[in-house]
Antibody
Framework: QVQLQESGPGLVKPSQTLSLTCTVSGGSISSGSYYWSWIRQHPGQGLEWIGYIYYSGNTYYNPSLKSRVTLSVDTSKNQFSLKLNSVTAADTAVYYC???????????WGQGTLVTVSS | EIVLTQSPGTLSLSPGERATLACRASQTLSSSYLAWYQQKPGQAPRLLIYGASNRATGIPDRFSGSASGTDFTLTISRLEPEDFAVYYCQQYGSSLTFGGGTKVQI
C-alpha cells in the first residue's frame, strides 16, 4: 500500500520560500503509472490544486500559482517537493501531497501539514 | 479553466435518509473525468468515486455517482453516522479543479 508523508517547516516568514517534501513509501515514485501532486486547503475552506509532476520531471501547475511554484522529484530518495516563492499570509494553509494513477484521480494522500506564514 | 459549482452548500439530514449532492461543470468534461471525495475534520480527503460513476476500492455500495451532460450527482442511499462529512467533486480531464464542497450534517 502506497503511503505519503509531508515534511517541512510549519512556520515561514512573509516574502520567503515555502519548501515541503513528500516521501513516498510502499511504491516507487519512478513508476510511469503514477503522477504526484500538491493540494492545499486554507483554514475552514475548500481544496486548491497547486500542481502535479511525473517521475520524468514533467510538471503542470495551477495557472493562478504558476509564477510562484516549482515542483521537483528526487527518484533516488523516492520523494517529490514543492517550493512556493514570495509567500504571504494568504498562503497559510494545510498542504497535502497526493498521488494517483495516470488518467485517474488521487488514490493516495498524505495526512497534511499546516504551514503558517507569519513574521 | 473548468469551474465546478457544488450545491447545496450544506445539507441537513438524519441517519437513514438519502443524500443527493450536485456538481455542475462550466464546460463538458472529457470522458467524464469527474471524481468525488469525502473529507472528515482533521483528515485528508478520501476518494469515493472516479469516472463519474465508478466506486473506488473499498467504498460501500450506498455511495453512487451519475452524470448527465455537465451535471454530476453523488447519491448516498442511506446515510450512516460516519457519512456526515464534507464532499468535494473534482475534474481531472482538463488541468484539475475542485468544487467548493457540500457539507452533509445532522
Amino acid at each position: 500500500q502506497v503511503q505519503l508523508q509531508e515534511s517541512g517547516p510549519g512556520l515561514v516568514k512573509p516574502s520567503q520560500t515555502l519548501s515541503l517534501t513528500c516521501t513516498v513509501s510502499g511504491g516507487s515514485i519512478s513508476s510511469g503509472s503514477y503522477y504526484w501532486s500538491w493540494i492545499r486547503q486554507h483554514p475552514g475552506q475548500g481544496l486548491e490544486w497547486i500542481g502535479y509532476i511525473y517521475y520524468s520531471g514533467n510538471t503542470y501547475y495551477n495557472p493562478s500559482l504558476k509564477s510562484r511554484v516549482t515542483l521537483s522529484v528526487d527518484t533516488s530518495k523516492n520523494q517529490f517537493s514543492l517550493k512556493l516563492n514570495s509567500v504571504t499570509a494568504a498562503d497559510t494553509a494545510v498542504y497535502y501531497c497526493a498521488g494517483g494513477r495516470v488518467g485517474l484521480p488521487f488514490d493516495y494522500w498524505g495526512q497534511g501539514t499546516l504551514v503558517t506564514v507569519s513574521s | 479553466e473548468i469551474v465546478l459549482t457544488q450545491s447545496p452548500g450544506t445539507l441537513s439530514l438524519s441517519p437513514g435518509e438519502r443524500a443527493t449532492l450536485a456538481c455542475r461543470a462550466s464546460q463538458t468534461l472529457s470522458s467524464s473525468y469527474l471524481a468525488w471525495y469525502q473529507q472528515k475534520p482533521g483528515q485528508a480527503p478520501r476518494l469515493l468515486i472516479y469516472g463519474a460513476s465508478n466506486r473506488a476500492t473499498g467504498i460501500p455500495d450506498r455511495f453512487s455517482g451519475s452524470a448527465s451532460g455537465t451535471d454530476f450527482t453523488l447519491t448516498i442511499s442511506r446515510l450512516e453516522p460516519e457519512d456526515f462529512a464534507v464532499y468535494y467533486c473534482q475534474q481531472y480531464g482538463s488541468s484539475l479543479t475542485f468544487g467548493g464542497g457540500t457539507k452533509v450534517q445532522i
